[in-house]
Nanobody
């Protein structure tokens, strides 16, 4: 089993920044990729960013240039640095990874951006 625990969410004003953390139960290099997703009320869960074990990253168009995903293997932690936040970024943010045939998800952390 893999345990993922997100933290770092909170309430910020538009234009502010937050850094989310995803602590994994073992080395993040043991995963092919880890992703950040978010789900806003009444909307489907959407991909935000992905980082592979090789360090490649992929971002949703809506967050390119504002969000940065990174990893610290020494701490078994993946981060999502979120800058220039706007109210459309309000959602529950989830960390995830998949190991065939199972996907694992953290409990989520709430990010609320006020106008």
């Amino acid at each position: 089993q893999v345990q993922l625990v997100e933290s770092g969410g909170g309430l910020v004003q538009a234009g502010g920044s937050l850094r989310l953390s995803c602590a994994a139960s073992r080395s993040i290099f043991s995963f092919n990729a880890m992703g950040w997703h978010r789900q806003a009320p009444g909307k489907q869960r959407e991909l935000v960013a992905v980082i592979t074990s090789g360090g490649s990253t992929v971002y949703a168009d809506s967050v390119k240039g504002r969000f940065t995903v990174s990893g610290d293997n020494a701490k078994n932690t993946v981060y999502l640095q979120m800058n220039s936040l706007n109210p459309e970024d309000t959602a529950v943010y989830y960390c995830n990874t998949c190991q065939y045939p199972t996907c694992y998800w953290g409990q989520g952390t709430q990010v609320t951006v006020s106008s």
